[in-house]
C-alpha cells in the first residue's frame, strides 16, 4: 500500500485531485533540495512580475505592496536561515509561493497570474547563469592575469618545447605561459558569447503559448536587465541551449586547465624538475616521509571527469524530448550546479597556485642543451643556403644518426665533420646551433623569437591593465 496523506490535496495545484500525493512520490519528484540555491531569482523576478501586474491593471497596487513586502521578508528569512524548505512543496518556486500566500493571504495568490512554473523556471535559471557567467568571465581574467605576471618574470629565459611530450625546439618560458593566456582568453569570449544568449527573458512565455491577459513582457524583462525577451513561447518553455552551451564551455575551460595540470604534474616530477610547486598547495604522504605530491593539479584534472560527465548528461537529457516542457527538465540543475561549482573553484585555486609558482629555469635551459633540438635550425640553415627543404631534412637527419652514434650533440660537432654532410655547411653554422640562436630567430608572428614574445608581454600586459 502507498502511503497517502489526507483526504483531498494540499497542493497549490491540488484542486483536481481526489488524493494526496503518494509519500514516494513527494520525495521522488521534489527538487527544492538543490533548486533553493535560486532562491534570490525566483523572488527578484516575483517582485518584477507583480510590478507589473500591477502596472497592467492584473493587481491593484495595495497588493503589489503587500507582495513586495513579504517577498521581501521570505528572502529576509532565507538568508538569516530562519525559513523552512518543505519537500512537499517540491520546489522554489511553490515554496516562496506558499509562504507567501501564508504570510499576506489573498493578495499572494495573485501573483502566479499569467505565469507558468515553466517560464518561471527558466527566468530563475536564465538568471543565475547569467550571474555565473560574470563571474567566471573575473576569474579567467584573474588566471590569465597570473600567466601574464610569469611571462614578464621569466622574459628572455629558455625551456624545451614539447611535440609527442619529445623535446622538439626551444621556446621562451613566456611563450609558454602566453599559450595559456591566449586559452583562457577564447575561454572568456565563449562565456561572455554565451550570456548574450542566456540574456533574454523568458517570463511572460507562461506554460507555453503565451497568455490571454494584457500583461507587458518588455517591462520585466528591462527591469530584470534582461537585453529583451524571447521570440517564441513553445521554444522558450522547453529550451535549454543556454544550459547546454554554458556547460560546454565549461567543459573547455576545465579540460584548459587540466592540460594545464598535467603539464604542471610532470614539470613538477624529479623527471623534469622544471618548476616548484609552493608547500602551500602540496600535501605529503602518509606513509613515504619523502613526499610532496601536487594534489591540486591532479584534483582539477581528474575534476574534468565531472564536468564532462555533466555535459553529457544534459545533452542526453533533451535528445528526443518533445516540444515543449517536460518534467525530465527539471533534471538539469544539478549537473549545471555542479559544473559552476568545480569549474569556478579549480579555476580559482588554479590561479593562486600559479601566483605561487617557481620556474627552475638552470634545470629547463639544462634541457635544451640535449636531444638535438636545433636540428631544424640546422635544416633551416641549409635552406637559406639554397638547399631544398626535404634534401636539407635528409643531410640533418644523417648527422643526427652520426651523433648519436658518436655520443654527442649536433654543436659538438668540428666543421670538418659537419661538410661531411653538406658542402653547403660553414662557420657560421654555429650561431644557428646554440640553443638561444634558435629561439631568438623564430620572430615570424606568433613564434618565439624574443622580440616577438616582448612585443606580446606588452600587449596582453595592456589588455589586463597591468
Ligand atoms: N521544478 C521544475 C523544474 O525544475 C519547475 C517547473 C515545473 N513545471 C511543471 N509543470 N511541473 O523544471
Redo the contacts with the bound molecule.
Sequence with gaps: MTQQKKEGSDKLWGGRFAEGTAASVEAFTA?IHY?SRLYKYDIAGSKAHAAMLADSGIIAVDELKLIVEGLSSIEKDIEEGNFEFRREL??I?MNIEKALVDRIGPAGAKLHSAR???D??ALDFKMYLRDQCDILADLLQSIRRAFVLLARKYLGQVMPGYTHLQRAQPVQIAHHMLAYYEMFGRDRERILDCRKRINLSPLGCA?MAGTGLPINREQVAEALGFDGVTANSMDTSGDRDYAIEFVSTCTMIQLHLSRLSEELVLWSSSEFNFVEISDKFCTGSSIMPQKKNPDIPELIRGKSGRVTGSLMSLITLVKGLPLT?N?D??E??EPVFDTVDTVTASVAIMAELLENLKFRTDNMVEATRTGFITATDLADYLVMKNVPFREAHGIVGGAVAYCLDKGCELYDLSIEEMKQFSEAIEEDVFAVLSVEGSVNSRVSTGGTGLSRVEEAVVNAEKQMGI
Excluded: G
Aim: proline share 0%; net charge negative.
Design positions: 527538487s533548486d517540491e520546489d518556486h507558468s512554473r515553466n518561471q523556471i506554460a516542457y518534467r527538465l527539471q538539469d540543475k
